[in-house]
């Protein structure tokens, strides 16, 4: 069955350094997300992509992050300036149909800054 | 977005019946009902949804009420897999490209072998 897929399962980073979190959609799926989940609290919408391009950000989604979707297959999140209060489970997610389609959430990429 | 609520936990005994209620008085026309879960240490996965009739798949049954204002995600055997947070969530099928899903607290289930 084919499966989102996110690397890596685990990051520690030191405050202020730049983190890339990477993620591999389902094969035919043209719409993306992100979410997160801070330990203990609810999952948290962050962004979503579509046409190579942001759709729809929430304010968590400031300028110290972004997505990009480099070579028609990878979806990254980048983190440009890690803050402690950024250490979260990251949840990408992805859909072939943008309003009723399932989303299809891959297993988490957890970031713990120092 | 239309907000629901559900009640924080339930507990049920393993290859029982488990109805979990979700309130959604201020629901749109275009509003579909949507079930997600949540498993330990995994990220969310789809169950169900429904606009207005009564949906079942082989994971589970949504009943919708004539309304629409409340509807109930049973799970007709519980297992000790099934054990899990389960997010009731309103989705706007008017809205445009990219319509993401809002995660509120959702119930968790607990069950008991």
């Known amino acids: 069955e084919p499966e989102v897929t996110q690397t890596p399962s685990h990051q520690v980073t030191q405050m202020g350094q730049e983190v890339i979190l990477r993620c591999v959609p389902i094969s035919n799926h043209l719409y993306f997300y992100w979410y997160r989940q801070i330990l203990g609290q609810k999952v948290e919408f962050l962004v979503s992509f579509y046409n190579n391009e942001i759709s729809e950000k929430s304010e968590i989604f400031d300028d110290q992050f972004s997505v990009e979707r480099p070579d028609g297959s990878n979806f990254t999140l980048k983190i440009r300036s890690t803050k402690l209060e950024d250490s979260a489970m990251y949840f990408c997610a992805s859909t072939s149909q943008v309003n009723t389609g399932e989303l299809f959430f891959g297993e988490g990429s957890r970031l713990t800054v120092l | 977005d239309a907000k629901t609520t559900q009640p924080n936990s339930m507990e049920s005994n393993e290859e029982e019946p488990v109805h979990l209620p979700c309130n959604h008085s201020?629901?749109?026309?275009?509003?579909?009902i949507h079930w997600y879960r949540q498993l330990p240490s995994q990220g969310p996965e789809y169950v169900i949804h429904?606009?207005?009739s009564n949906v079942n798949n082989r994971m589970a049954s949504l009943a919708i009420a004539e309304d629409r204002k409340s509807s109930t995600l049973i799970l007709h055997r519980a297992t000790l897999r099934d054990a899990a947070v389960y997010y009731c969530?309103?989705?706007?099928?008017?809205?445009?490209?990219?319509?993401?899903?809002?995660f509120g607290g959702g119930t968790r289930v607990l069950v008991k072998p």
């Open positions: 201020t629901i749109s026309g275009t509003d579909y």
């Open positions: 969530i309103l989705r706007d099928d008017a809205k445009a490209a990219g319509n993401k899903l809002t």
């Open positions: 429904g606009l207005t």
